[in-house]
């Protein structure tokens, strides 16, 4: 049975909230708008960056020697990166011969999910409906079932044992005569499942711990600790999970992968490429064989598509801002829920249309001082959507005229 909340907010209030949504929404707004800025100066930077980088960058056809030649420049090469050493999570024993070890926790919890529907009355005031419901499934953080709206679910959540997730690396990653840095080992990719093999004193160790969480005499035989391929399981059954058990997985990148780079030399190991103008910097790692030129392009395509995101992310929260910012006339109207609602649609349209025009002017000015031709381009387009939509509502109210005086 779902859990439910109702509140009741009156029509004063709720114009008194529309009205303070005012400030709420200028503020969005303006940062919004600063965020601009931010994005395009960020997105231009990284792209001269990259374009330098590439200007300058060279092929390194052998990493099997040392060569001055390359020292301090930026260079594009492909070889095996490989270790000799043995990695291991020293808390569970595990171990490979691997290029890095990766330990993934999850907690089989209660986790509580709400939808929220509001009704609007005759007056003014609205009824908002909140139905909480409850489902046990796997999550990456214990949950805080103490704020749960259900009373009957409050304080069902416990786990047996909190555990860090984390990565394991070697010290030394060889990249033929080279060494590899950490920023350069975190992009090398690889999900093999690492097999567990505990031993019984780890096995023990683990066992108590859990009995002493649970309060229980480490004396008593029960087992809570199971392993299966590359999984140690907390708790009472493996098939059969509870709330409080824990799922510990592990994955490793494999010796010897073979990777594509491109990177500053500096003595035997590697940087980033620093932008003396802008500092940004630049650096790629792929898997496989790929050419200086692909790595480029994938370097320019991965800042646009991140530019993008974020341009519509701040559009989405520009639009929000104008909405609460014009809130309170739809919220006035409602004491007739029609007539409310109507004006809400409205206001909704143009709040759309003027975010997208307010993002569109300062999106041209943030251009123009680096890219005058583009800027003044989208300058232009922003200006004849605002003189085309102005045109239209005088055409539509000159034709609602003619229309009343016909019908008179």
Known sequence: MAYQEVKRTSYGKNVGNSFKGIFTGLILVIVATILIFWNENRAIKTYKAIGRAQDACVEMPDI??????????????????????????????????????????????????????????????????????????????????????????????????VIEEKDFTPEHVGFGAYQLPNFILRSIRGDEPAVVKMDQATHDEWNNAVKRQLGLSEDIEADYVFTRDNMVYLGASMDRPDVGDVRVTFIYVPNNQQISLIANVTGNTFEQYVDLKNGKKVSSVQMGVVSAEQMFENLKQGNKTLTWIVRLVILLVIIVGFRKIFGFAPTLLKVLPFLGKGVGYIVGFACTILGIVWTCVFTAIAWIAVRPVLGISLLVVAVALIVWLVRRSKQKQSTDLETAGNES
């Open 64 to 161: 099997n020697t040392v060569s001055p030649e390359f020292e301090g420049k930026t260079v594009h090469c492909t070889g095996i990166a490989s270790t000799a050493e043995t990695v291991e999570d020293p808390l569970f024993g595990i171990s490979e011969n691997a290029l890095c070890l990766s330990r993934k926790v999850e907690y089989y919890q209660w986790v509580e999910h709400s939808e929220t529907k509001t009704k609007e009355k005759l007056g003014g005031a609205t009824e908002e409906t909140t139905t909480y419901t409850y489902e046990k499934k796997w999550v990456s953080s214990p949950q805080a079932s103490s704020n749960f709206k259900d009373p009957k679910y409050q304080n069902s959540n416990f786990v047996y044992q």
